[in-house]
């Protein structure tokens, strides 16, 4: 079983449409982070979290630690957010393994005009 | 402000080839990241360095080795190309000390084919 599980895999949605995409996890940790992969190929970081919310214009990240579990949320969303939003998650195990992030496979959203 | 440059974008090699996939950031940040991302997979680390002269491996370092003489580059070097390492590649980069969490910043990733 992945450490890091995303759903839904796929996304399809029309503009306008509140989006979310979930991600659970099974380990303690220190730090989430979501990640945007447009289909480029380049990857930018979108949010870090430990605690809490945190929002970046349309784009809101909520985070709660007790159920290991995070969601990235899009409002009116639009075809320009079509990409692969990935999940991942920092230890919180002290030494060698507290710099590695282990990523979820990542859900592929495709916003439709 | 460059961030982080990977070179080549795209290769195509044959078994038993060997080649160097070149990363540098020009953020001075310590830490630096290589990983693979297969399809439908999650990426895997395969190695990273804390610091010029510190490397370690990742979760899949068989077949890589690294270097990092400076603070700027952190190049990854294929010794003898397999089938299993057809990917793509990204190099990143974070600024940290012990356990602050930082975000990471990624390169725009190598496209590996291995014939």
């Known amino acids: 079983k992945n450490e890091v599980e995303q759903s839904p895999q796929n996304l399809t949605a029309q503009e306008g449409e509140f989006i979310t995409i979930n991600c659970s996890y099974s380990v303690g940790i220190s730090a989430l982070h979501w990640l945007q992969q447009h289909p480029g190929g380049g990857i930018v970081s979108l949010f870090m979290?430990?605690?809490g919310k945190k929002k970046h214009g349309r784009l809101i990240a909520t985070i709660n630690i007790q159920e290991k579990h995070s969601s990235l949320h899009i409002t009116a969303s639009h075809p320009r957010d079509s990409a692969v939003y990935i999940c991942a998650v920092r230890s919180s195990v002290s030494g060698g393994s507290n710099y590695k992030l282990t990523f979820g496979k990542g859900t592929l959203l495709t916003v439709n005009p | 402000n460059a961030g982080v440059t990977q070179t080549p974008k795209f290769r195509i090699l044959k078994i038993g080839q060997s080649m160097t996939l070149q990363c540098t950031q020009d953020?001075?940040?310590?830490?630096m990241y290589w990983y693979r991302q297969d399809p439908g997979m999650g990426l895997k680390l395969i190695y990273y360095?804390?610091?010029?002269?510190?490397?370690d491996k990742g979760e899949v370092p068989n077949g890589y080795n690294v270097s990092r003489s400076t603070t700027e580059d952190f190049p990854l070097r294929l010794e003898l190309a397999a089938p299993s390492q057809t990917s793509v590649y990204f190099c990143?980069?974070?600024?940290?000390?012990?356990?602050?969490?930082?975000?990471?910043?990624f390169g725009d990733g190598t496209r590996l084919s291995i014939l």
């Open positions: 360095s804390v610091g010029a002269g510190i490397t």
């Open positions: 953020m001075n940040h310590n830490y």
């Open positions: 990143a980069s974070s600024y940290g000390t012990g356990d602050s969490n930082q975000p990471q910043h």
């Open positions: 979290l430990s605690s």
